[in-house]
């Protein structure tokens, strides 16, 4: 059975550079037919898609584009998220997630890590 | 963006009504539609892909509907362990967006 789990700094202050790692146990992450992605979720709201990596290509919400690095570490079973220059509004809880690249959804999800971007 | 909306935003029910919770998309989505439960502090959990297809282990009581712009899930009888919050998500377009939510109390 596929788990996933981030791992991460809970703390920032602004201008620093989030990173958060996936470790992906139960499944390989280098088979094919999954988007490896990440979302997050402010206080209140509906989830918010981050990006993804499919087959060592990645995409990204045009609205983080420019601060965004998503890659895959096959050898540690990992995708890892990178997001440069936070301020507060990079404040939420942060979910990795398996994507189903024949359906479009998104089956398997972290438990989440709560990120706050405070000076 | 396609920006989904849900309606309602939140609803009081009982253990054992049918509760039908609605979508529309600002612009069609064909058929990749998706619905999430979401219990406090935890992930959203998948329902329903597809706009109808049942997630494996998923109860038959969830149910969903629709294509094109307007769609719907339906809980034909509400357990006590359904009251949560609903998202539905769609992903026919790039970036994948989801509805601002339904949150589903205790009457």
């Known amino acids: 059975q596929v788990q996933l789990q981030e791992s991460g700094p809970g703390l920032l202050k602004p201008s620093q550079t989030l990173s958060l790692t996936c470790t992906v146990s139960?499944?390989?992450?280098?088979?094919?037919?999954?988007?490896w992605s990440w979302f997050r979720q402010h206080s209140g709201k509906g989830p918010e898609w981050i990006g993804y990596?499919?087959?060592?290509?990645?995409t990204y919400n045009p609205s983080l584009k420019s601060r965004l690095t998503i890659s895959l570490d096959m050898s540690k079973n990992q995708f890892s998220l990178n997001l440069n220059y936070v301020t507060a509004a990079d404040t939420a809880v942060y979910f990795c997630?398996?994507?189903?690249?024949?359906?479009?959804?998104?089956?398997?999800w972290g438990p989440g890590t709560l990120v706050t971007v405070s000076s | 963006d396609v920006q989904m909306t849900q309606s309602p935003s939140s609803l009081s029910a009982s253990v054992g009504d049918r509760v039908t919770i609605t979508c529309r998309a600002s612009q069609s989505v064909s058929i990749f539609l998706n619905w999430y439960q979401q219990k406090p502090g935890t992930a959203p959990k998948l329902l329903i892909f597809?706009?109808?297809s049942l997630e494996t282990g998923v109860p038959s009581r969830f149910s969903g509907s629709g294509s094109g712009t307007d769609f719907a899930l339906t809980i034909s009888s509400l357990r006590p362990e359904d009251f949560a919050t609903y998202f539905c998500?769609?992903?026919?377009?790039?970036?994948?967006?989801f509805g601002q939510g339904t949150r589903v109390d205790i009457e």
């Open positions: 998500q769609q992903t026919y377009s790039i970036p994948p967006t």
């Open positions: 139960g499944g390989s992450i280098s088979g094919g037919g999954y988007y």
């Open positions: 597809s706009a109808s």
């Open positions: 997630a398996r994507g189903q690249y024949r359906g479009h959804y998104f089956d398997i």
């Open positions: 990596i499919f087959a060592s290509e990645d």
